[in-house]
C-alpha cells in the first residue's frame, strides 16, 4: 500500500487523492519532502475513518498515532481547509518567510494551520485531523462558524475517547 500524502502544492486547486480508506505505518525518518521535518519514530496512520455524525452524515476522519498499543491523548485539528493535501498552504501566500513558519517546522502531513503529526506523535499524542461537514469526501453541506458546526465537532469529540489510541483526554 503507497501512502496517498503528496506534497503540498501552491496552485488554486485541491490535491486531494480521493477516497482511500485504509492504515500504514510512516517510518521513523520519514519525511514527506525535502526540507520538511522528518518523523523521529513510527506513526501509525489511520486514513479516511468514517466518523457518523448524530444526524447520519458521515464525515471522514484522519488519525495519527504512535504505533503499537499505547493510548494517548488526541489533539484534533478542525477547520474546513481540507485534512490532506489541500491546495491551502503557507507556500501559497508568496512571502519569503512563509508567513514565519519555517519550512523545517512543518512535516507536510498536517492540515493547514492544524498540528503537525509528526511532532505531537513523538510527543506521546495522537493527533486527529477532520474533513467536516461537505468538506471533500465527507457528507453533507459544509456549515461553518454555526451552530451545526459546533455540534459536529462535538460529536467527533466524543467519538474519539472509545477509538483507537486515545485516552479520553
Known amino acids: 500500500m503507497t501512502p496517498l500524502f503528496l506534497p503540498s502544492t501552491p496552485v488554486r486547486e485541491s490535491s486531494y487523492p480521493g477516497l482511500n480508506q485504509c492504515s500504514f505505518i510512516l517510518p521513523a525518518g520519514f519525511r514527506q519532502e525535502e526540507g520538511r521535518m522528518a518523523t523521529t519514530c513510527p506513526i501509525l496512520v489511520e486514513q479516511d475513518i468514517p466518523v457518523r455524525l448524530r444526524d447520519g452524515v458521515t464525515i471522514r476522519v484522519d488519525i495519527f498515532r504512535p504505533a503499537g498499543t499505547e493510548r494517548v491523548p488526541v489533539i484534533m485539528g478542525w477547520s474546513s481547509y481540507g485534512k490532506r493535501a489541500s491546495w491551502l498552504t503557507l507556500d501559497l501566500f508568496g512571502h519569503p518567510t512563509r508567513m514565519d513558519v519555517k519550512k523545517e517546522w512543518e512535516d507536510g502531513l498536517n492540515k493547514f494551520e492544524g498540528p503537525n503529526p509528526a511532532y505531537w506523535v513523538a510527543h506521546g499524542y ?14 453533507g453541506d459544509i456549515q461553518a462558524w454555526g451552530p451545526q458546526e459546533a455540534r459536529d465537532e462535538y460529536d467527533v469529540i466524543e467519538w474519539l475517547p472509545p477509538g483507537p489510541g486515545a485516552t479520553g483526554k
Open 126 to 139: 495522537a493527533v486527529a485531523a477532520p474533513d467536516p461537514r461537505g468538506v471533500f469526501m465527507s457528507e
